[in-house]
């Protein structure tokens, strides 16, 4: 089956346009977590709601779920969209879900007027892959690029890469210190970033951290709480959506924390020039309603 791309410019339109407009939509998210027999993380499963708010009319209701196990490595979702109480449209966003994450990444970057020059990416999966070409459509004198990850990816990652001209050159020993921009875009269970390796990275440096699954631990809880430190949510849940977030969160580290849809209306703006920011990317209902509302408009 071929997959649907949706046209890159047109879908973070349509993503900042429903956090500009988030007060119109009223959601909620459950996460199930499962284990197997001895207590280990087996997987999840996300369901997500959101009523869009049309003044007298009865509200367009955006349904998102879908399972993930470690043991593949994969995860569906499904989206739906409800009017009247009749389901009026349906499709597989799987594809889309990485399409939209990256799409979240370079918008958070043209947000805070940040421009990615020298960068690392930590993973070489198809999210990180994904990711590169939203950089190079976002940022197109973007030509180098370095990455790490479990083993060096040639015929797939860096042929990617090379065919958007960029050359990308593996790093295998983590080593943060250099890079203006860091993305996380791991499955990775061990924290990455923490309190040891956090000052190798320059003053000015953006980490972009993408929760690809509810076990990730890219970044300590602690590093968050630093004082030399701007986090940046998409939206306010992801304090509490996620363990290691309800952890940094109990133990006050996310007390700071500005949001996205509070930049974008000029509310609040970061010190991004004598402090590192770390962007927290979850996975919104702003993101998935944009990307339902694409495919119901290409289905008809």
């Given amino acids: 089956m071929t997959q649907l791309i949706l046209d890159k410019d047109t879908l ?32 999840d499963n996300v369901f997500e709601t959101s009523f869009l708010l049309r003044d007298q009319q009865s509200p367009l209701v955006y349904e998102v779920s879908g399972p993930y196990d470690v043991i593949s490595n994969e995860y569906a979702t499904i989206g739906r969209i409800y ?39 930590v993973g070489a999966g198809k999210l990180a892959t994904e990711t590169v070409r939203y950089l190079k459509h976002s940022f197109p004198t973007l030509n180098m690029l370095d990455y790490h990850a479990r083993t060096q990816r040639a015929d797939t990652f860096e ?36 309190s040891a390796n956090i000052d190798t990275v320059q003053k000015g440096a953006v ?4 929760c690809t699954t509810s076990q990730v631990g890219e970044i300590t809880g602690e590093v968050y709480g630093l004082d030399n430190i701007n986090v940046v949510f998409d939206y306010d849940l992801t304090r509490s959506f996620t363990p290691d977030m309800k952890a940094a969160n109990k133990a006050g580290f996310l007390n700071n924390v500005s ?42």
């Fill in 259 to 300: 949001l996205l849809t509070d930049i974008l209306n000029d509310a609040h703006k970061p010190d991004l020039t004598n402090k590192k920011t770390i962007l927290r990317i979850t996975g919104t209902p702003m993101q998935n309603v944009a990307v339902l509302n694409m495919m119901r408009s290409l289905a008809d």
């Fill in 207 to 210: 980490i972009a951290s993408l």
């Fill in 12 to 43: 973070m339109a349509n993503i900042r346009g429903q956090f500009v407009n988030s007060k119109q939509l009223k959601y909620q998210r459950k996460l199930l977590e499962f284990t197997d027999n001895s207590g280990a993380f087996l997987g």
């Fill in 83 to 121: 009017e009247n109480g009749q389901r009026i449209f349906e499709c597989d966003i799987k594809d889309q879900i990485q399409q939209r994450t990256a799409a979240m990444v370079a918008l958070f970057f043209d947000t805070i007027n940040h421009r990615p020059s020298k960068v690392l990416l």
């Fill in 159 to 194: 042929a990617v890469c090379n065919a958007l001209d960029i050359s990308a050159t593996y790093q295998p020993v983590l080593d943060l210190a250099g890079y203006d921009t860091i993305i996380m875009a791991t499955n990775t269970t061990t924290c990455l970033i923490n």
